[in-house]
Protein backbone atom coordinates (compact mmCIF):
# COMPACT_ATOMS: atom_id res chain seq x y z
CA UNK A 1 0.00 0.00 0.00
CA UNK A 2 1.27 3.44 -0.77
CA UNK A 3 0.21 6.88 -0.90
CA UNK A 4 2.14 7.92 -3.98
CA UNK A 5 -0.39 9.98 -5.86
CA UNK A 6 2.44 9.64 -8.98
CA UNK A 7 2.37 5.78 -9.43
CA UNK A 8 -1.60 6.09 -9.35
CA UNK A 9 -1.63 8.61 -11.85
CA UNK A 10 0.61 6.62 -14.07
CA UNK A 11 -1.48 3.56 -14.07
CA UNK A 12 -4.16 5.45 -14.71
CA UNK A 13 -2.98 6.95 -17.24
CA UNK A 14 -1.50 3.32 -18.44
CA UNK A 15 -5.15 1.33 -18.51
CA UNK A 16 -7.68 0.72 -20.91
CA UNK A 17 -10.17 -0.12 -18.74
CA UNK A 18 -11.29 1.55 -15.45
CA UNK A 19 -13.92 1.77 -13.24
CA UNK A 20 -15.24 4.14 -10.49
CA UNK A 21 -16.95 3.76 -7.88
CA UNK A 22 -18.39 6.80 -6.18
CA UNK A 23 -19.83 7.61 -3.26
CA UNK A 24 -22.14 10.86 -1.50
CA UNK A 25 -17.99 12.13 -0.66
CA UNK A 26 -17.67 13.37 -3.96
CA UNK A 27 -21.01 15.38 -3.77
CA UNK A 28 -20.05 16.65 -0.32
CA UNK A 29 -18.27 19.89 -1.71
CA UNK A 30 -20.87 20.49 -3.83
CA UNK A 31 -22.85 20.47 -0.58
CA UNK A 32 -24.80 17.95 -0.64
CA UNK A 33 -24.72 16.10 2.74
CA UNK A 34 -23.41 12.44 3.21
CA UNK A 35 -25.20 9.74 4.82
CA UNK A 36 -22.74 9.17 7.36
CA UNK A 37 -19.80 10.89 9.23
CA UNK A 38 -20.47 14.51 10.36
CA UNK A 39 -23.67 15.87 8.71
CA UNK A 40 -25.07 12.93 7.99
CA UNK A 41 -28.01 13.24 10.17
CA UNK A 42 -31.06 15.02 9.85
CA UNK A 43 -33.40 15.83 12.48
CA UNK A 44 -31.92 13.28 14.53
CA UNK A 45 -33.00 10.51 12.32
CA UNK A 46 -30.23 8.41 10.20
CA UNK A 47 -30.44 7.70 6.72
CA UNK A 48 -30.46 4.05 7.65
CA UNK A 49 -33.86 4.66 9.66
CA UNK A 50 -35.58 6.77 6.45
CA UNK A 51 -34.38 4.84 3.51
CA UNK A 52 -36.27 2.00 4.14
CA UNK A 53 -39.84 0.76 2.71
CA UNK A 54 -40.96 -0.06 6.73
CA UNK A 55 -40.05 3.45 7.75
CA UNK A 56 -42.39 4.76 4.11
CA UNK A 57 -44.99 2.17 5.22
CA UNK A 58 -44.96 4.04 8.39
CA UNK A 59 -44.61 7.63 7.81
CA UNK A 60 -44.28 8.69 4.12
CA UNK A 61 -44.94 11.83 4.95
CA UNK A 62 -41.69 12.22 7.30
CA UNK A 63 -39.66 10.14 4.27
CA UNK A 64 -40.54 12.50 1.55
CA UNK A 65 -39.90 15.53 3.58
CA UNK A 66 -36.41 14.47 4.02
CA UNK A 67 -36.27 13.35 0.47
CA UNK A 68 -37.71 17.25 -0.44
CA UNK A 69 -34.76 18.29 1.25
CA UNK A 70 -32.26 16.46 -0.09
CA UNK A 71 -33.70 17.50 -3.35
CA UNK A 72 -33.58 21.24 -2.82
CA UNK A 73 -30.02 21.05 -1.34
CA UNK A 74 -29.10 19.05 -4.59
CA UNK A 75 -31.11 21.46 -7.21
CA UNK A 76 -28.72 24.39 -5.43
CA UNK A 77 -25.69 22.12 -5.91
CA UNK A 78 -22.99 22.74 -8.75
CA UNK A 79 -21.08 19.89 -9.54
CA UNK A 80 -17.56 20.35 -8.24
CA UNK A 81 -13.83 19.49 -9.52
CA UNK A 82 -14.10 15.76 -8.38
CA UNK A 83 -17.17 15.14 -10.67
CA UNK A 84 -15.23 17.31 -13.69
CA UNK A 85 -12.29 15.15 -13.28
CA UNK A 86 -13.93 12.18 -14.04
CA UNK A 87 -15.63 13.45 -17.02
CA UNK A 88 -12.17 14.47 -18.29
CA UNK A 89 -11.10 10.54 -17.39
CA UNK A 90 -14.49 9.56 -19.27
CA UNK A 91 -12.66 11.83 -22.79
CA UNK A 92 -9.99 10.40 -22.21
CA UNK A 93 -10.48 6.39 -22.17
CA UNK A 94 -13.31 6.83 -24.46
CA UNK A 95 -13.21 3.91 -27.02
CA UNK A 96 -13.51 3.55 -30.86
CA UNK A 97 -16.39 5.93 -32.41
CA UNK A 98 -19.53 3.45 -31.39
CA UNK A 99 -17.27 0.79 -29.26
CA UNK A 100 -17.40 0.51 -25.95
CA UNK A 101 -16.17 3.33 -23.43
CA UNK A 102 -12.98 2.47 -21.23
CA UNK A 103 -14.18 3.81 -18.04
CA UNK A 104 -17.54 3.41 -16.56
CA UNK A 105 -18.55 5.26 -13.66
CA UNK A 106 -20.57 3.51 -10.86
CA UNK A 107 -22.37 5.50 -8.57
CA UNK A 108 -24.07 5.07 -5.94
CA UNK A 109 -25.41 8.11 -5.75
CA UNK A 110 -29.43 9.44 -6.72
CA UNK A 111 -28.16 13.17 -6.94
CA UNK A 112 -27.56 13.35 -10.43
CA UNK A 113 -24.20 15.60 -10.17
CA UNK A 114 -22.45 13.34 -12.47
CA UNK A 115 -24.71 13.56 -15.56
CA UNK A 116 -25.06 17.85 -14.60
CA UNK A 117 -20.83 17.43 -14.85
CA UNK A 118 -21.36 15.67 -18.61
CA UNK A 119 -20.32 11.62 -17.63
CA UNK A 120 -22.11 9.72 -20.28
CA UNK A 121 -21.48 5.85 -19.21
CA UNK A 122 -22.79 6.37 -15.39
CA UNK A 123 -24.22 3.52 -13.98
CA UNK A 124 -26.53 4.08 -10.89
CA UNK A 125 -27.13 1.42 -8.60
CA UNK A 126 -29.20 2.95 -6.21
CA UNK A 127 -31.55 4.85 -8.60
CA UNK A 128 -32.39 8.94 -9.12
CA UNK A 129 -33.82 11.22 -6.31
CA UNK A 130 -35.36 13.05 -9.76
CA UNK A 131 -37.40 9.90 -10.52
CA UNK A 132 -40.29 8.81 -8.95
CA UNK A 133 -42.43 5.61 -9.03
CA UNK A 134 -46.45 4.82 -8.35
CA UNK A 135 -46.92 2.47 -5.40
CA UNK A 136 -50.30 2.12 -7.49
CA UNK A 137 -49.69 1.01 -10.67
CA UNK A 138 -46.16 1.33 -11.04
CA UNK A 139 -45.62 4.00 -13.40
CA UNK A 140 -41.94 6.06 -13.24
CA UNK A 141 -42.06 9.06 -14.24
CA UNK A 142 -39.68 12.39 -13.61
CA UNK A 143 -40.91 15.14 -11.13
CA UNK A 144 -37.93 17.70 -10.76
CA UNK A 145 -40.27 20.05 -8.72
CA UNK A 146 -39.29 21.80 -5.59
CA UNK A 147 -40.32 21.59 -2.59
CA UNK A 148 -43.12 19.32 -4.03
CA UNK A 149 -46.55 20.93 -3.16
CA UNK A 150 -47.84 17.62 -1.00
CA UNK A 151 -46.40 15.32 0.91
CA UNK A 152 -46.47 12.19 -0.57
CA UNK A 153 -47.37 13.03 -4.04
CA UNK A 154 -49.51 11.78 -5.77
CA UNK A 155 -49.73 10.03 -8.69
CA UNK A 156 -52.63 10.83 -11.27
CA UNK A 157 -54.20 7.42 -10.69
CA UNK A 158 -54.74 8.11 -7.02
CA UNK A 159 -52.02 6.33 -5.38
CA UNK A 160 -49.12 7.45 -3.49
CA UNK A 161 -45.47 8.32 -5.57
CA UNK A 162 -42.30 7.27 -3.79
CA UNK A 163 -38.84 8.13 -4.79
CA UNK A 164 -37.30 6.36 -7.47
CA UNK A 165 -34.53 4.97 -5.36
CA UNK A 166 -33.30 1.80 -3.87
CA UNK A 167 -33.84 1.43 -0.10
CA UNK A 168 -32.19 -0.63 2.50
CA UNK A 169 -33.59 -4.11 2.19
CA UNK A 170 -34.67 -3.72 -1.50
CA UNK A 171 -32.65 -4.97 -4.59
CA UNK A 172 -30.58 -2.99 -7.00
CA UNK A 173 -31.77 -2.83 -10.53
CA UNK A 174 -30.85 -5.56 -12.26
CA UNK A 175 -29.43 -4.08 -15.56
CA UNK A 176 -27.30 -1.69 -13.61
CA UNK A 177 -25.80 -4.32 -11.27
CA UNK A 178 -24.83 -6.33 -14.39
CA UNK A 179 -23.27 -3.63 -16.04
CA UNK A 180 -21.37 -2.66 -12.83
CA UNK A 181 -20.07 -6.31 -12.35
CA UNK A 182 -19.05 -6.62 -15.41
CA UNK A 183 -17.11 -3.08 -16.10
CA UNK A 184 -15.46 -4.17 -12.42
CA UNK A 185 -14.77 -7.92 -13.65
CA UNK A 186 -12.78 -6.64 -16.74
CA UNK A 187 -11.16 -3.18 -14.87
CA UNK A 188 -7.49 -2.64 -14.60
CA UNK A 189 -7.65 0.04 -12.17
CA UNK A 190 -10.26 0.11 -9.88
CA UNK A 191 -11.17 3.67 -8.15
CA UNK A 192 -13.15 4.14 -4.62
CA UNK A 193 -14.11 7.59 -4.30
CA UNK A 194 -16.21 9.13 -1.40
CA UNK A 195 -17.55 6.40 0.08
CA UNK A 196 -17.56 4.95 3.61
CA UNK A 197 -17.87 1.28 1.50
CA UNK A 198 -20.44 -0.34 4.08
CA UNK A 199 -23.10 -0.82 1.86
CA UNK A 200 -22.99 -4.20 0.23
CA UNK A 201 -23.40 -4.70 -2.40
CA UNK A 202 -21.96 -1.81 -4.12
CA UNK A 203 -18.67 -1.90 -2.24
CA UNK A 204 -18.51 -5.76 -3.33
CA UNK A 205 -17.00 -4.23 -6.48
CA UNK A 206 -14.20 -3.32 -5.54
CA UNK A 207 -13.36 -7.00 -3.66
CA UNK A 208 -14.55 -8.12 -7.25
CA UNK A 209 -12.04 -5.91 -9.10
CA UNK A 210 -9.13 -7.19 -7.13
CA UNK A 211 -9.91 -10.51 -7.30
CA UNK A 212 -9.96 -10.52 -11.08
CA UNK A 213 -6.88 -8.66 -11.20
CA UNK A 214 -8.14 -4.65 -10.75
CA UNK A 215 -5.64 -2.55 -8.89
CA UNK A 216 -7.36 -0.60 -6.39
CA UNK A 217 -7.24 2.93 -4.92
CA UNK A 218 -8.96 4.55 -2.64
CA UNK A 219 -10.00 8.01 -2.22
CA UNK A 220 -11.87 9.38 0.81
CA UNK A 221 -11.48 11.77 3.62
CA UNK A 222 -11.74 9.08 6.51
CA UNK A 223 -10.31 5.84 6.35
CA UNK A 224 -12.50 2.56 5.05
CA UNK A 225 -12.84 -1.03 5.11
CA UNK A 226 -11.30 -1.38 1.60
CA UNK A 227 -8.08 0.41 3.21
CA UNK A 228 -6.57 -2.52 4.22
CA UNK A 229 -6.37 -4.25 0.74
CA UNK A 230 -6.02 -0.86 -1.24
CA UNK A 231 -2.93 -0.61 -3.76
CA UNK A 232 -3.27 3.02 -2.88
CA UNK A 233 -4.43 5.16 -0.37
CA UNK A 234 -5.13 8.88 -0.71
CA UNK A 235 -6.88 10.52 2.27
CA UNK A 236 -8.59 13.72 1.53
CA UNK A 237 -11.24 15.68 -0.58
CA UNK A 238 -11.89 14.47 -3.82
CA UNK A 239 -12.74 17.67 -5.39
CA UNK A 240 -8.28 18.41 -4.38
CA UNK A 241 -7.36 14.70 -5.63
CA UNK A 242 -9.21 13.62 -8.49
CA UNK A 243 -7.89 16.26 -10.77
CA UNK A 244 -4.20 15.27 -9.51
CA UNK A 245 -5.35 11.54 -11.17
CA UNK A 246 -5.33 13.35 -14.88
P1 LIG B 1 -21.43 7.69 3.19
O1 LIG B 1 -22.07 8.90 3.76
O2 LIG B 1 -21.59 6.41 3.91
O3 LIG B 1 -19.87 7.91 3.04
C1 LIG B 1 -19.34 9.08 2.46
C2 LIG B 1 -17.83 9.04 2.62
O4 LIG B 1 -17.31 10.17 1.96
C3 LIG B 1 -17.36 9.10 4.08
O5 LIG B 1 -16.47 8.04 4.33
C4 LIG B 1 -16.65 10.46 4.17
O6 LIG B 1 -15.48 10.41 4.96
C5 LIG B 1 -16.27 10.70 2.73
N1 LIG B 1 -16.13 12.12 2.37
C6 LIG B 1 -16.78 13.20 2.88
N2 LIG B 1 -16.42 14.31 2.23
C7 LIG B 1 -15.53 13.93 1.27
C8 LIG B 1 -14.80 14.63 0.26
N3 LIG B 1 -14.90 15.93 0.08
N4 LIG B 1 -13.97 13.88 -0.53
C9 LIG B 1 -13.85 12.55 -0.36
N5 LIG B 1 -14.51 11.85 0.58
C10 LIG B 1 -15.36 12.52 1.37
O7 LIG B 1 -21.93 7.59 1.67
P2 LIG B 1 -21.96 6.34 0.70
O8 LIG B 1 -20.74 5.50 0.84
O9 LIG B 1 -22.31 6.86 -0.64
O10 LIG B 1 -27.77 4.17 0.00
O11 LIG B 1 -23.18 5.53 1.26
C11 LIG B 1 -23.60 4.40 0.58
C12 LIG B 1 -25.08 4.31 0.57
O12 LIG B 1 -25.61 4.40 1.89
C13 LIG B 1 -25.80 5.44 -0.16
O13 LIG B 1 -25.86 5.24 -1.55
C14 LIG B 1 -27.14 5.39 0.43
C15 LIG B 1 -26.72 5.32 1.87
O14 LIG B 1 -27.65 4.99 2.73
C16 LIG B 1 -29.07 4.07 -0.11
O15 LIG B 1 -29.82 5.00 0.08
C17 LIG B 1 -29.51 2.70 -0.52
Redesign the pocket.
Known sequence: MTDSIGALRQAVDEAERIVAL?????S??SGV??????G?LWRNYS??KL?TPEAFAENPRLVWEWYDWRRSLIRKAEP?A?HLALVELERRKAGEAGGPSGFTLV????DGLHDRAGSRNVVK???DIWWVRCMGCGVEQRNEQVPLEDLPPRCACGGSLRPG????G?PLPEAEWERAVEASSNAQVFLA???????YP??GLAELAQAAGARLAV??????PLDAMADWVLP??????LPRLL
Do not use: C, D, M, Y
Open positions: TGAGIAEPTFRGPGPEANGTQNVLHGVVWFEVGTSAVVAAVNAEPTGKSGEL
